[in-house]
């Protein structure tokens, strides 16, 4: 059975579920292997409770076919894959794929937020940006859809690569590239390459379809090359850079981000006259998401989508998933950021951070985790944030898991997060603002409830 045949018997039987804890009459169970699971055990279970087929792995010296209820192939998890693409490719619309090291998910948001105004709009939901959670995207793909934005996330070389042809996009971004995922990319390089792949896949198969850059980051105008024949739309937080297409600046970020942007070039050729600025009051923290914003407006003009619109979307837009998200509780502000954590997050953070005026009365402080898969650069990487630490002159200074446990300072540390929670019952800081950032894994998104 080629991916042409399983099509059309999945146009039959329109569900696809990997869950067989979820198995709707009728549906199509597709048994995915992980390192503690193995849903090839469960398929006649998927059955008996109403799939109408079972896709699993042949068995050993077994051969590809259906035999009943069924069907038996080399690979669950590259026929997941195929078949999601087979899917992809009965809709002739856009789609953007999204990556990069920081500010993935949020720029995913605000982009589907901003086309929203004028499309409808298929968007990863949550971080389904992986091997498995890009062909779930892609299968929510129906005919009312008008435009598809597709998160692509790595953490070994080949993923992006991977992904691309699975989502086979004709246009993307990579908002930007740091030491993130060391331990399985090898170095801040393979980093560079990996992300790259996404340019590579659009500049083969779609070089008229735009490519959004930031023209402020080196590195990625470097892994563009000197490619002539590709659309590029540049757009940068320097009003002055000369040749892009949008550019912003920051009005104000205490807390909450405000910008300006205009369309330097364009603006000139319709009006005649000065260039006009448009303001945007966020709802985000951080002056780094002005880059995140760019990105947004940059897709959202090149879709036609009217200016105005373009603000409302960006100023409606309520970030969520302890990311960039100011809290207000009984005894503290709060900034949350606490979904990921890398060197370059944490460094913009801190640095934003230092800027964040106090109200009357407040004191800053800082809470701060571990961050993870830093493979043999971790002790460096989380002695150079302590090392800063040391000369910002923050005080109240708290390090939580084992890897800044390491770190040579006299900051207080504890083991893990039910260790502050402890304390936190203990002695609970009040008229502080502070600042919450950490790898997911560190589980510090738990503490803003007793703060």
């Known amino acids: 059975m080629n991916i042409q045949d399983l099509y059309r018997l999945y146009q039959q039987h329109p569900c696809i579920t990997t869950d067989s804890r979820q198995c709707p009459e009728g549906s199509i169970f597709l048994a995915l292997k992980g390192e503690s699971f193995d849903g090839n055990q469960f398929a006649a279970q998927a059955l008996q409770k109403g799939c109408a087929y079972a896709i699993v792995e042949k068995p050993e010296g077994g051969t590809e076919g259906i035999s009943g209820q069924y069907i038996y192939v080399d690979d669950t998890l590259q026929t997941y894959k195929d078949l999601a693409r087979e899917h992809r490719r009965q809709f002739n619309i856009p789609v953007i794929a999204i990556t990069g090291t920081n500010g993935k998910t949020t720029t995913k948001e605000l982009v589907k937020a901003v086309l929203s105004e004028k499309y409808n709009v298929l968007a990863t939901e949550g971080n389904f940006n992986n091997d498995v959670g890009v062909p779930k995207t892609l299968f929510r793909l129906r005919p009312e859809h008008e435009i598809a934005i597709i998160e692509m996330g790595a953490s070994h070389p080949g993923d992006i690569k991977t992904l691309a042809e699975t989502a086979e996009p004709t246009c993307g971004l990579i908002t930007n590239v740091g030491c993130a995922h060391l331990q399985g990319f090898g170095s801040f390089e393979g980093v560079k390459k990996t992300k790259g792949e996404l340019y590579d896949f659009l500049i083969q198969h779609h070089a008229d379809g735009p490519i959004f850059i930031n023209a402020d980051s080196d590195d990625l105008v470097d892994m563009i090359g000197d490619e002539e024949d590709i659309w590029l739309t540049p757009y940068s937080a320097d009003p002055e850079k000369q040749y892009v297409c949008i550019s912003a600046e920051v009005v104000s970020c205490d807390p909450l981000l405000k910008i300006r942007w205009r369309r330097p070039l364009m603006e000139l050729e319709e009006t005649g006259a000065s260039q006009k600025w448009h303001k945007v009051q966020t709802y985000l ?35 969520t998933n302890s990311r960039s998200q100011l809290v207000q509780t009984p ?12 060197p370059s997050s944490m460094m913009a953070a801190l640095e934003n951070f230092q800027q964040v005026a106090t109200l009357e009365g407040e004191e800053k402080m800082l809470i701060l985790g571990d961050m993870r898969e830093l493979g043999a650069a971790s002790a460096d990487e989380h002695q150079k944030i302590v090392d800063l630490l040391k000369v910002t002159g923050l005080q109240r200074v708290w390090l939580v898991g084992s890897e800044f446990g390491r770190t040579q300072s006299n900051f207080r540390k504890f083991k893990d997060a039910d260790e502050v929670k402890a304390e936190l019952q203990i002695n609970q800081p009040t008229g502080r603002l502070i600042l919450i950032k950490g790898s997911n894994g560190t589980h510090l998104y738990e503490l803003p409830p007793l703060l």
Not at 295 to 305: L, P
């Open 285 to 319: 923290i951080g002056a780094y998401n002005i880059y995140n914003l760019l990105a947004a407006i940059a897709v959202g003009i090149n879709f036609g989508v009217d200016r105005k619109a373009i603000c409302h979307a960006l100023e409606s837009y309520v970030p």
């Open 331 to 342: 005894h503290n502000r709060l900034i949350v950021d606490a979904y990921n954590a890398n």
